[in-house]
């Protein structure tokens, strides 16, 4: 029997109606195992995942494969978007035993939740150097038969390595500017110099390691900071990563010029570039980086907004073509053919100068992804008006499915990032919706605990609790929306969470766990402080902390967050580019961070001034009469009745100023 039926996540609902017995992630499966004295094969991937498909449509939905699988196994299927807890642990004894991971993840366990036997995708038949999919599941059939003995005890040898794997806070003290600047030199040996962003392909958006460069650039004056930042961004805003029609960013370019990319679209990762190209328009002014940050917003809005006012998770990669096939990339590509059927011979030939549409193509089969290669002046009209139609045309295609689930840590980055980009450009819609977003998470993602959980679908709270980068990430996102409302309630939701943090996922010396102390025991509790597609939660949590301390003058908070960022000082010099939030934390410490007090109106002339300062992680509160909302308006009167602004680091504060320019001086960062 398939037990997935009425479950929260799209991508266990894509197999509810497989010919396989799946159960979720849950205690009766394992005891089902050991009832029937057989092995647990565990299924890890997520709905926009183009080979978790793939691997679905070869071996789970074929009834030979499902009938073996039943007779052998009790089959699990888990959502790592879902339970990231289960996922980071089974991936790291992939990682340990074979080198690499990836999804789908295939694991085989005991009873008892022990791995033995991992892999990712298995084909059908053997290729490639891989065994089919049906030769697995007989050889570990074979050895669970045959050598139970063996099996225990590799088992048992994993569990006790992984055990072993303990990590502390990761070096004494705080990161100094010596660390800082020894990570901004190895990233600088890793950059590519010609095509922007680092290392080779397939090659990632580095939206946390922009984020230091940015931060570090402001507090330092260093221009080959700025330079790496600014030149990553426009090549990638210029290549086939970055939907050239409808904004967005897909998740990956499989090639290190940023031309072809793995077509999925993420929550995280659009909400992390637009922050980042949000914030690159305030250090330099770019429109390019105006134009990015405000369509990426539209695109979170347009496509991925749900019902109940939060953001679904993923567009997927895949749609159908003209000839009714899935297809990775149909929804997106084009060719010369195309382009004319749509605009006409002579716009088509504009259209395929300007997106770089060639007959040979950039794709599969002669289809070209979109690029706008070319910074020289065009007729901005003439290729407003042809995006316009092609964006049209596009919408009568076959859409990508949609991954519908609410994750609580990425709709907080979408929080922070449609908060500061409707702020800066003009735009209240957006801060409606970043309001929107958030009330969502406090009415159904909060209990009256203040607890997490992890996801929703349709209104309906998943059963998963919240790991750390979900207590970190929201209360991210609620201190940008404070900031930029003026509303201290969310300083207030934001202080709960932090003070989970503090309760329940911090230990010895400063370190964080990515799971409650109260949380369902794994064969190891996770912990992780580098970055993965999103800011690790390690990190993420420290950032929070440090900010609400500086909102609120909260010792504690301020302890935790100096403690959790030992790692950084170990991590930044030897890996930057895997730890980027932590060095842009550690940015925000160095820096203060600047505590910005505004008596006076929010959206005034002072308030916007603040929310432009570029000081790395500055805090700004902002009202009209001193209240017990903002800790840092409290004895903070207007001058004469003019709004007025305090500034303060360090324990030391600056004069009180009513004029803007004056407070942008204050708030332009060291580099200035």
Request: aromatic fraction near 8%; charged fraction near 25%; charge should be negative.
């Amino acid at each position: 029997m398939n037990r997935l039926a009425g479950v929260t996540s799209p991508y266990l609902l894509q197999h509810a109606d497989n010919p396989v017995d799946w159960w979720p992630w849950a205690p009766e499966a394992f005891e089902e195992a050991r009832r029937r004295d057989v092995p647990v094969l565990l299924s890890v991937g997520y709905s926009a995942c183009h080979w978790c498909h793939v691997m679905a449509h070869e071996s789970f939905e074929d009834a030979e494969v499902a009938a073996y699988l039943n007779a052998h196994f009790v089959p699990v299927k888990v959502d790592r978007e879902e339970r990231p807890d289960v996922d980071a642990v089974y991936m790291e004894a992939v990682q340990a035993a074979t080198g690499q991971g990836g999804w789908p993840m295939t694991v085989f366990l005991t009873a008892d939740a022990e791995p033995f036997y991992f892999g990712t995708y298995f084909p059908p038949e053997s290729r490639h150097g891989l065994p089919s999919f049906r030769q697995v599941l007989e050889g570990v059939v074979s050895a669970w038969t045959d050598r139970r003995d063996e099996v225990g005890e590799v088992a048992s040898r994993i569990v006790h390595d992984l055990s072993e794997r303990t990590l502390a806070h990761g070096g004494e003290g705080l990161p100094s500017e010596s660390e800082l600047a020894q990570a901004l030199l190895g990233l600088t040996r890793e950059y590519d110099e010609k095509h922007g962003g680092f290392g080779g392909a397939p090659k990632f958006p580095p939206s946390m390691t922009v984020e230091f460069l940015l931060r570090h650039h402001a507090r330092t004056g260093a221009d080959g900071a700025l330079q790496m930042a600014a030149d990553t961004c426009e090549a990638m805003a210029r290549g086939g990563i970055y939907d050239q029609l409808g904004g967005g960013f897909a998740r990956y370019s499989v090639d290190r010029e940023w031309i072809v990319p793995h077509f999925e679209k993420m929550l995280y990762d659009n909400a992390l570039l637009c922050r980042v190209y949000a914030h690159l328009w305030r250090s330099t002014g770019s429109e390019l980086a105006r134009r990015v940050a405000l369509e990426t917003a539209d695109f979170m809005v347009r496509e991925l907004r749900t019902a109940e006012g939060g953001f679904a998770s993923a567009l997927d990669a895949d749609s159908e073509d003209a000839d009714g096939k899935h297809v990775e990339g149909a929804y997106y590509v084009w060719t010369p053919a195309q382009l004319r059927e749509v605009l006409g011979e002579e716009d088509a030939v504009f259209a395929a100068e300007l997106f770089a549409v060639s007959d040979e193509g950039t794709f599969e089969e002669g289809s070209s992804v979109l690029q706008l290669p070319s910074a020289d002046a065009v007729d901005e009209a003439r290729a407003a008006d042809v995006r316009a139609r092609l964006l049209a045309a596009r919408e009568l295609r076959p859409r990508p499915g949609r991954d519908d689930k609410v994750v609580a840590a990425w709709n907080g980055l979408a929080i922070a990032a449609l908060a500061e980009t409707g702020a800066y450009f003009g735009r209240p819609d957006l801060i409606e919706r970043a309001t929107e977003a958030a009330d969502l998470l406090v009415r159904l993602h909060m209990g009256p605990v203040a607890r997490l959980v992890r996801t929703s679908k349709d209104g309906r709270a998943g059963a998963h609790a919240g790991v750390l980068e979900d207590y970190g990430d929201v209360a991210e996102g609620f201190l940008a929306l404070a900031a930029v409302t003026g509303e201290g309630a969310w300083l207030e939701f934001a202080g709960f969470l932090t003070d989970i943090v503090l309760q329940h996922f911090t230990g010895e010396g400063g370190q964080l766990f990515d799971t409650a102390d109260d949380a369902e025991q794994l064969i190891r509790r996770p912990q992780d402080p580098t970055d993965s597609a999103t800011p690790a939660g390690w990190t993420a949590a420290a950032g929070a902390l440090l900010s609400y301390a500086a909102y609120t003058g909260s010792e504690p908070h301020r302890t935790a967050a100096e403690g959790a960022l030992g790692v950084v000082k170990a991590l930044g010099p030897r890996a930057p580019r895997f730890i980027g939030w932590g060095l842009a934390v550690a940015e925000a410490l160095l820096d203060g961070p600047r505590e910005v007090a505004v008596a006076g109106p929010v959206d005034g002339a002072l308030h916007r001034t603040a929310l432009l300062g570029r000081a790395p992680g500055a805090v700004v509160a902002a009202g009209e009469t001193a209240g017990t909302e903002f800790p840092l308006l409290a004895d903070r009167p207007m001058t004469d009745g003019a709004p007025t602004a305090y500034v303060c680091r360090h324990f030391v504060c600056e004069a009180p100023t009513t004029d803007p320019e004056v407070l942008a001086e204050a708030l332009r960062g060291g580099g200035s």
